[in-house]
């Protein structure tokens, strides 16, 4: 039988490279660790960018993406959000609309989205912002049928999370990207990739 080949290419912020992790693998790493699967071939592109918002993710993530997506296979993209369009000017509405540009954009070039929403930081007053932005993105993901997985609820008060961002002026070590990993990998990420999940022993 023909092997899946599914070549995946990646966009995002630093967390997507893995900065703050001490082993450099991140959460994205991590991910595909525990993506192996002998009847699939998984090809992995990473494109990240540091303190990028949608408006600048939505201008360039295509041009760059494209030349890396191939017609002999599976071609899906991973949208990481950050939490920097609340450092601009920009509204929630604005940030919506260029979500869902780019969810067009993949969904007339067949590719399935994957957007792992932005994760919480240590800022109150920013979250309470954040939590608006990581709803807006997921409903905007859903209602293009596209997949979502919601790290801000799960880790805003989560003892460990909170803890590792303190001990790592803000940013997320190796527990910090384990965590966001467990998340995807046990919110939708074998089922988006049509592939079984490994089974634990």
Not at 19 to 33: I, M
Not at 122 to 132: W, Y
Not at 145 to 154: I, K, L, Q, R
């Amino acid at each position: 039988m023909e092997q899946r080949i599914i070549r995946l290419v990646a966009v995002g912020d630093e967390l997507l490279a893995g900065h703050g992790d001490p082993r450099a693998l991140g959460w994205y790493g991590r991910v595909l660790a525990r993506t192996q699967n002998d009847d699939v071939r998984i090809e992995s592109f990473q494109l990240a960018s540091p303190r990028e918002g949608t408006e600048a993710l939505a201008q360039r993530w295509l041009a760059e993406a494209g030349p890396r997506f191939s017609e002999a296979a599976e071609n899906r993209v991973v949208i990481a959000l950050s939490d920097a369009d609340l450092d601009g000017d920009l509204s929630t509405a604005r940030s919506r609309l260029n979500l869902a540009n780019i969810l067009d954009a993949a969904s007339q070039s067949s590719i399935k989205a994957l957007v792992v929403g932005p994760p919480p930081s240590l800022d109150a007053e920013r979250n309470s912002r954040l939590a608006e932005l990581s709803a807006a993105y997921g409903d905007v993901t859903s209602r293009r049928h596209h997949a979502f997985v919601d790290t801000f609820s799960p880790l805003q008060n989560h003892q460990q999370w909170r803890s590792d961002l303190a001990a790592n002026s803000g940013m997320p070590g190796q527990a910090g990207h384990g965590l966001i990993a467990w998340l995807v990998l046990h919110r939708g990420w074998y089922q988006w990739l049509g592939i079984a999940e490994p089974s634990v022993g």
